[in-house]
């Protein structure tokens, strides 16, 4: 079992970073040969989730993903490269940025996709969450991202609230 206190020692965003490569094939696309939105989303997780792993080195499990827009079509035969990096920790959970590109390898083009945030927690085996440890940004793209999620946070808590506020 790992030491929960050498668990809690801040750790830099770098040490989080991950990045996946899929290539669209054809059980992964719609009738119009398009990636269907539903398998980026799962990749989306995939990638968000090995991010909050490396940095938390605990189980994780997805708390919520924030907005999401498909900006240009994927392809059959399409690579898809997913980078996810922690942008921020609050106590037990995470703020993970993940942003998907496309690249056509015939014509060399690499497109922006998407872009997502999503909240990870970390737990134990039976489910109960565990404290993460602080994540410390050293670029100024790592440091705006860390300010950043403050506001988205407290954009998806008042969301959270209204939500609750119109439940029958």
């Given at each position: 079992m790992?030491?929960i206190k ?8 770098h040490d989080s970073i991950?990045?996946m ?21 799962h ?18 499990v ?24 922690v942008?921020?920790?609050f ?10 590109w496309?690249e ?7 497109r ?7 909240t990870?927690v970390?737990i ?5 969450r565990?404290?993460?440890?602080p994540?410390?940004?050293e ?5 705006r991202?860390?300010?950043d999620a ?9 969301e959270?609230?209204r939500?609750?506020?119109v439940?029958?």
């Amino acid at each position: 079992m790992t030491d929960i206190k050498s668990n809690l020692t801040p750790r830099p965003v770098h040490d989080s970073i991950s990045e996946m490569a899929e290539i669209v094939m054809p059980n992964d696309a719609n009738p119009l040969n398009a990636l269907v939105g539903g398998r980026l989303m799962h990749w989306i997780d995939l990638a968000g989730a090995m991010a909050a792993h490396r940095h938390s080195r605990q189980r994780v499990v997805t708390a919520s993903i924030d907005h999401m827009d498909f900006l240009v079509p994927v392809r059959v035969g399409d690579l898809v490269i997913l980078r996810s990096s922690v942008n921020r920790v609050f106590h037990t959970s995470m703020e993970v940025g993940v942003k998907v590109w496309v690249e056509n390898y015939h014509s060399e083009e690499k497109r922006h996709v998407s872009s997502a945030y999503l909240t990870f927690v970390a737990i134990d085996a039976a489910g109960n969450r565990l404290p993460v440890a602080p994540v410390i940004p050293e670029t100024a793209d790592e440091k705006r991202r860390f300010e950043d999620a403050v506001h988205r946070r407290e954009i998806r808590r008042a969301e959270m609230a209204r939500r609750k506020a119109v439940r029958p």
